[in-house]
């Protein structure tokens, strides 16, 4: 693949895939014990009686590590990933203790500014577990400089 720099080096589906993360339990509760204090996400016996029926990450945990991941793609080279919104984020399937994730990133849209040196990329990601299923989904409204 082309080295990617400036919004100008991106084309419709060009990919990216990211490196692999291992998610454990203490990863899964310190997360949660700071940001998301649910049963589902601190105790085993408590979380069999919700309907993930057994320990699952918070979705913002799997939202941050997607963006971690992401961010460790440098799927715009070496600018930062800086967005303005995001569309389709959805948590399709709970992520367990000592799940394999990766991602998988799609360009999906490009729209040059008419009147800035930049451009907006819609880059559909994809988090996957070790089985190959999908977990997750976001596609953000990034904010790509061009050439000058």
Same mark, same amino acid.
């Given at each position: 693949? #082309?080295?990617?720099?400036?919004?100008?080096?991106?084309?419709? =589906?060009?990919?990216? *895939? &990211? !490196?692999?993360?291992?998610?454990?339990?203490?990863?899964?509760?310190?997360?949660? #014990?700071?940001?998301? !204090?649910?049963?589902?996400?601190?105790?085993?016996?408590? $979380? *069999?009686a919700?309907?993930? *029926? =057994?320990? #699952? %990450?918070?979705?913002?945990?799997? %939202?941050?590590? #997607?963006m971690?991941?992401?961010?460790?793609?440098?799927?715009?080279g070496?600018?930062?990933?800086?967005? %303005?919104?995001?569309d389709?984020?959805?948590?399709?399937?709970?992520?367990r203790?000592?799940?394999?994730?990766?991602? +998988? =990133?799609?360009?999906? &849209?490009?729209?040059? &500014? *008419? &009147?800035?040196?930049? =451009?907006? $990329?819609?880059?559909?990601?994809?988090?996957?577990?070790?089985?190959?299923?999908? +977990?997750?989904?976001?596609?953000?409204?990034?904010?790509?400089?061009?050439?000058?």
């Amino acid at each position: 693949m #082309a080295q990617v720099e400036w919004f100008d080096d991106l084309t419709i =589906g060009m990919r990216f *895939k &990211s !490196p692999e993360v291992h998610v454990t339990e203490a990863d899964i509760k310190r997360f949660a #014990a700071e940001f998301d !204090p649910q049963p589902m996400h601190l105790d085993h016996e408590a $979380a *069999k009686a919700t309907l993930f *029926k =057994g320990l #699952a %990450a918070s979705g913002w945990h799997t %939202a941050a590590i #997607a963006m971690n991941l992401a961010i460790q793609t440098r799927p715009f080279g070496p600018h930062p990933l800086i967005g %303005a919104g995001v569309d389709g984020l959805r948590w399709t399937m709970p992520v367990r203790p000592n799940d394999r994730l990766h991602l +998988v =990133g799609e360009v999906m &849209s490009l729209t040059p &500014s *008419k &009147s800035k040196p930049q =451009g907006i $990329a819609l880059v559909k990601w994809t988090m996957f577990n070790q089985n190959g299923e999908e +977990v997750y989904t976001f596609t953000p409204i990034a904010i790509v400089p061009r050439r000058a």
